[in-house]
């Protein structure tokens, strides 16, 4: 363990030699196959996405097809690999000459402009640093490139994507813009004086315009921009000028309902007249060839048009990519033993001020250990309440912790010396922290603004909005003198993307100013909810984590940094804590609770002797379930008047009925339809704000089983074990590590990661904790990707990402959404019409690929069967913010737009599921109504030509067998898990009656639908 200071350059480059051992290897090279798996081609004849351009002397083709830049022939055929998938290229632009191709590429977890041979030989990058350099051209003498990027900005207060140049000869860079603004898409003028881009203005809250401006700027910088266009709506992309300066671009036509729909429409434009209207136009540039021929694609296709008679060329093409096959092996669960095993779920520990204690939260309740002893539960919580975040009053005396038990997330008080409990603040309040003279509480409300609440008298002001969404900021903590208060927020880099850094911010309650600080030049903390900062009581550190280990910052006593952070552990660090004397620091490892000394010595680790055991029905229980219809999840139409027999929590038969049966107990659903418990594959558990309400609500809905993409790793274990020990009441949950990210970070739950020290830290937390599923997020580069599938695979779980490509050259298993957040503006999942074409679908064609398809766009269905905002899991389950949506929502029928987009995507999906595609159902709950919303996409396939059969497999046979879960889950046989959904109709028939799910079982327990919406009745009695 180091306890050396480092210089703030050597805080971003600390790495091990012992780094990513089997962890996370490099990525391999092009063709290379993931251990023990080998390897499959892949065969593309249309691009999703991607870009073409020209040879100028007019041999050969450039396009870039899923990530890769491949070499065409000039009237089409085989297309010759140029680039790995490691690089990810994208826009290639070839030289004036055609002796060089220039790109923005991704590799190493950065965009930066590289150039190279037509032939891919001579790759040489020739942007670095902390920056995002994209969208290049040449200038037409081939002496420089202008690009897009955002260097130069503030890595704190974030600023925007401006226009540069760089001259080849020197590698001097020249800053051509500045200003609110979002510019990029640069195209020279034929002369090389000026340069055209996109303009995008910013907005005040914080986003901008889309692109609506087309404009020039002189090449040499620092004149005046000059605009040459504007729309009144939609966006702007792409221009491409001929050397007559004839100026064509694309517009796409945005949704009036939404931004976050696919566009309407798409044209290709020349000095604002159409050329190219009612096709499905990838978002890149077009390319002149001369001044009366275009090339550009559109349908997935590579087309010249000529300009003169509208005439058209295809240029065919056929792609062929090697990549790995991912592993196949399933973990091991074992889900009928009773026996004790060791609790790994613990939970937010903090060190008492004497240094003598710490208390955590573990199984849904409240413990204290002091060093030494055995562990003892201070609250234990209901089964239907959840809590969570404890934190010691400065006196040592009482705890303060968090419970939704009246409701909402309250922050309640407890007397450790006589057991008296008292709330101190309501309505939706959590992460407490007692000021140092406990006169004053901080804490958090719903939507992430920063409270303080005087205890005398219960006034509470705000003292901070958070700086962006995608979460809470977190926790807070208060200076020595109580005047300033720091917490984790984030910022974003530019107005283009979302993403920035969670730094370290701190307000002066007095004032009402704050400053905000990295602990080292455009390094982030890792997340948002167990990296700090916390100030030492002495008030000359702040403790955090980054790279996934345990550092101490100086700091003076407005909290600004001194001198560079000291790394304390090389070991994976969560949630330090500190002793009143600021000579100790408590820290999660791994599920272990450690102390260490300030100065780096002595780390110890503090045993806590708890053990959990799987709740489960007696053995020789036995019930029979009489069901006027099942369907077994085996065929394609349900049988009539079965019984279904089980023993403990496993089904014993599926027999025809037979009266007077023998069984402890008689379920008669004989007007009813049973199916397999539905399951939700994709989530992210938010009981911070939603308590155990997520967990009702699912259920309430049918839900036996919940996948979590993620969420905070050790509350993930807590949650699981908790729901398996019957510590809480809800779904079973497979658990999932935070998202593992690049450096730059958009979600609370988002790790971020510059070293490979950094991503084996995070990848050993996850093993640990023995995780269900891996997820890398948008901006971790193909190292990380392929990291996280190497671990996955030898922990027998899924891994995934946003990207279908790198994610399946990367070796993982499959993508969490057809389309969502990617790194680039639009990546290769969807066209910006929102389409697919044959590159993509044969990305998950062979089944070896799989797709948690998430239906946004099913939420107008809303508006289509108001009576929905009505139900009592609306009404009474769901917390106020979700009930108003739901409302709202149900009081407009969907548009047009709305109805478009949905038919768009149900089409993808029924289009890959025809190629022999693997599509597992998930909503992405809470960021939709949980448990509604995924009878919302349920009804969305049916209703767009899905048979109920194959809808119903989405949410059951496919997700069991995709999560390792087939023998266990997904179907209604003997020897499974008594896992049942029963719904007061017949989907068969009448497939929107599937919502009225009456009772579901989990693990033979049963759990009526009329009871967990009872439970609300407790919280206003």
């Known amino acids: 363990m180091s306890v050396d200071g ?158 540069w140049t760089l001259e080849l000869r020197t590698g001097r860079l020249t800053r051509l813009t500045d200003g609110p603004f979002e510019d990029y898409d640069p195209a020279w003028t034929p002369d090389g004086r000026a340069v055209v881009f996109v303009r995008a203005a910013h907005r005040p809250d914080g986003g901008n315009d889309g692109g609506r401006t087309l404009a020039r700027t002189p090449a040499t910088g620092g004149g005046a921009v000059t605009v040459l266009r504007t729309v009144p709506d939609g966006r702007l992309l792409c221009p491409a000028i001929s050397r007559g300066s004839r100026v064509a671009y694309l517009h796409l036509r945005d949704s009036a309902d939404s931004a976050s729909l696919p566009a309407v429409g798409a044209a290709l434009l020349i000095d604002g007249r159409p050329v190219v209207t009612g096709q499905d136009l990838a978002a890149a540039p077009p390319w002149w060839r001369g001044e009366d021929r275009l090339l550009y694609l559109a349908d997935g296709r590579i087309r010249l048009r000529t300009l003169a008679t509208g005439a058209v060329e295809e240029i065919p093409f056929t792609a062929r990519l090697r990549v790995p096959r991912p592993g196949h092996r399933a973990k091991r669960r074992d889900l009928d033993s009773a026996a004790a095993r060791p609790v790994r779920g ?186 700090g900062p916390v100030w030492s009581p002495d008030g000359r550190w702040m403790a955090l984590v980054a790279e996934s280990a345990l550092w101490l910052l100086p700091v003076a006593p407005d909290g600004v940094p001194t001198g560079p952070p000291r790394r304390l552990t090389d070991e994976p660090a969560d949630h330090p804590s ?113 308590g155990n309400r997520q967990n009702l609500l699912a259920l309430a809905y049918g839900i036996t089983t919940t996948a979590s993409m993620g969420g905070p790793l050790h509350e993930g274990t807590l949650l699981r074990e908790s729901l398996d020990g019957g510590h809480l009441t ?19 739950m988002g790790r971020a990661h510059r070293t490979p020290d950094g991503v084996s830290r995070t990848l050993r937390r996850a093993a640990a904790l023995d995780v269900d599923f891996v997820k890398t997020y948008v901006r971790a580069p193909g190292a990380t990707m392929a990291a996280a599938a190497h671990l996955a695979d030898r922990l027998g779980v899924p891994s995934g990402s946003h990207l279908c490509f790198p994610g399946r050259a990367a070796g993982q298993r499959l993508t969490t959404h057809l389309q969502a957040t990617q790194r680039l503006p639009f990546g290769h999942a969807t066209t910006p019409l929102g389409r697919v074409h044959q590159d993509l679908v044969r990305q998950y064609a ?44 149900a009081r407009k029928p969907p548009t047009p737009d709305q109805l478009r987009a949905l038919d768009t995507e149900m089409g993808a999906y029924r289009r890959l599921l025809d190629a022999g595609a693997v599509i597992a159902l998930g909503t992405d709950a809470p960021l939709v109504p949980v448990g509604l919303h995924l009878h919302l996409a349920l009804r969305a396939l049916h209703a767009h030509g899905f048979s109920p059969a194959e809808t119903l497999r989405t949410a059951t046979v496919t997700p069991a067998r995709l999560f390792g879960l087939a023998g266990d889950l997904g179907t209604v046989e003997p020897g499974k898990l008594a896992d049942l959904t029963v719904v007061d109709g017949d989907p068969f028939t009448d497939f929107d009656s599937l919502i009225r799910t009456s009772l579901v079982l989990r693990d033979g327990v049963p759990h009526r639908q009329s009871e967990v919406t009872a439970v609300p009745a407790a919280w206003t009695a």
């Open 6 to 163: 480092v210089s703030r350059r050597g805080f971003l480059q600390v790495a091990s030699a012992a780094g990513l051992v089997a962890a996370a290897p490099a990525a391999p090279a092009q063709g290379a196959a993931a251990e023990g798996t080998g390897e499959q081609v892949l065969t593309y004849t249309a691009a999703t996405g991607g870009s073409v351009t020209g040879c100028p002397t007019g041999g050969w083709w450039l396009a870039e097809v899923q990530g890769v830049l491949w070499r065409i022939p000039r009237h089409g055929g085989r297309a010759a690999q140029l680039t790995d998938w490691t690089l990810e290229p994208t826009r290639p632009a070839v030289s004036p000459d055609g002796t060089a191709v220039a790109m923005s590429a991704y590799r190493g977890g950065g965009f930066h402009l590289w150039r190279m041979r037509p032939d891919g030989g001579g790759l040489r990058q020739l942007t670095d640093g902390p920056w995002d350099d994209r969208g290049v051209a040449w200038s037409p003498d081939g002496d420089r490139l202008a690009f897009s990027s955002d260097r130069g900005g503030d890595p704190v207060r974030g600023g925007g994507c401006h226009l």
């Open 346 to 531: 613990i939970h937010r520990p903090v060190l008492s001020p004497d240094g003598r204690h710490v208390a955590f939260t573990a199984l849904n309740a409240l413990w204290t250990v002091r060093l030494g002893a055995p562990p003892r539960r201070i609250v234990r919580s209901r089964p239907e309440h959840y809590l969570q975040m404890p934190a010691w009053a400065p006196d040592g005396r009482s705890l303060l912790y968090c419970t939704d038990r009246d409701g909402s997330t309250a922050v309640h008080r407890h007397d450790l010396r006589d057991g008296g409990d008292t709330l101190l603040a309501a309505g939706g309040r959590f992460t407490p922290a007692l000021s140092p003279d406990g006169t004053r509480l901080a804490c958090q409300d719903a939507a992430g603004n920063l409270l303080v609440r005087e205890l005398r008298t219960g006034a509470e002001r705000t003292v901070a909005a958070p700086l962006s969404g995608g979460g809470p900021p977190g926790a807070p903590t208060w200076s020595p003198d109580g005047r300033y208060l720091a917490l984790c927020d984030r910022t974003r880099l530019n107005r283009r993307f979302r993403e920035g850094y969670h730094l370290i911010r701190v307000l002066d309650t007095a004032t009402g100013t704050e400053t905000r600080h990295l602990p080292a030049a455009h390094q982030s903390l890792s997340d948002r909810f167990a990296a």
């Open 578 to 690: 500190w002793s009143g004397d600021s000579r100790t620091l408590c820290y999660l490892c791994e599920g272990r609770l450690r102390l260490v000394d300030r100065n780096g010595t002595r780390a110890r680790t503090v045993p806590v002797a708890l053990t959990t055991r799987r709740s489960l029905p007696s053995p020789r229980d036995t019930v029979s379930i009489h069901a006027g219809q099942l369907w077994d999840g085996t065929g394609d139409r349900p049988r009539r008047d079965v019984d279904i027999l089980l023993t403990g929590h496993r089904i014993t038969a599926v027999e025809p009925h037979r009266p007077r049966r023998a069984a402890h107990r008689t379920i008669d659903a004989s007007g009813q339809t049973v199916i397999p418990g539905l399951f939700d594959s994709h989530t992210h558990p938010y009981p911070f704000t939603y």
């Open 730 to 748: 809800g779904p079973r949950l497979l658990s999932c590590a935070e998202l593992i990210d690049g450096s730059r970070v958009a979600y609370a």
């Open 846 to 889: 062979d089944g070896e690929f799989a797709l948690i398809a998430t239906p946004f766009t099913a939420r107008p269905l809303l508006g289509a069967d108001p009576a929905l905002a009505d139900d009592p899991r609306v009404t009474r389950l769901m917390p106020p913010w979700d009930a108003d949506a739901v409302r709202a929502a």
